[in-house]
């Protein structure tokens, strides 16, 4: 014999398709009385208007991170403006874009030539490509182009190296340019 088996857990039904009434009562005062505080402002603040930003900025680390994306978005867009992105160069007035592509064993130099300010340099542009390598005796490819006052002008010459790097050296009667490409 068990020591709880006298003690019924539960109602007898008499008729066990009759369902129990009952009765449930809302009191919503009483409720929100016995509600924490942040339940009870919820109820007394009156809603405020849904709005875009405010998620946004709601609080200080938000705002800081949104902000933050703003400026560095700014930033991006005045660095394209300005061209430091841009692979183009510089000589006497000109602006140049230099580009190299494979063809079979040799590779192609491209030279675009855009007018860069009011008094450009005109006439000879001499031209010396080399590969980059650590052989000192490889020898140098020396080519020569005229600019002229046209706004735009596109030279290409090739020279005959296979090499992952050029070293070229573009040269006016003012000034050099030295750089270094990566043909495609």
């Known amino acids: 014999m068990r020591p709880n088996e ?22 919503r005062q009483h409720r929100l009385d ?3 505080d942040s339940v009870r402002r919820l109820y007394e ?6 709005s875009l930003l405010r998620p946004l900025i709601g609080d200080k680390p938000r705002a800081i991170v949104f902000f933050t994306i703003i400026i560095l978005c700014v930033v991006i867009v005045m660095i394209a403006l300005f061209g430091f992105m841009d692979s ?5 007035g000109n602006k140049l874009e230099i580009s190299a592509i494979f063809v079979e064993d040799n590779t192609i130099v491209i030279l675009k030539k ?17 590969p ?9 490819f020396l080519h020569r182009v005229y ?8 030279s290409r010459f090739t020279v005959p190296y296979n090499s992952p790097q050029l070293a070229m050296v573009l040269q006016t009667e003012k ?10």
């Open 6 to 27: 006298k003690y019924k857990l539960s109602k007898e039904k008499t008729n066990p398709l009759e369902e129990e009434k009952l009765n449930f009562y809302y009191n």
């Open 34 to 36: 016995k509600a924490p």
């Open 114 to 130: 855009t007018i860069d300010s009011k008094d450009p340099y005109t006439g000879a542009v001499d031209i010396a490509v080399s």
């Open 147 to 154: 600019f002229t006052l046209r706004e735009k002008e596109e």
């Open 88 to 92: 183009a160069y510089s000589l006497d």
């Open 175 to 184: 000034s050099e340019l030295r750089i270094t490409i990566k043909p495609d």
């Open 132 to 140: 980059v390598t650590l052989d000192e005796e490889f020898p140098i």
């Open 45 to 50: 603040e009156p809603r405020q208007k849904f």
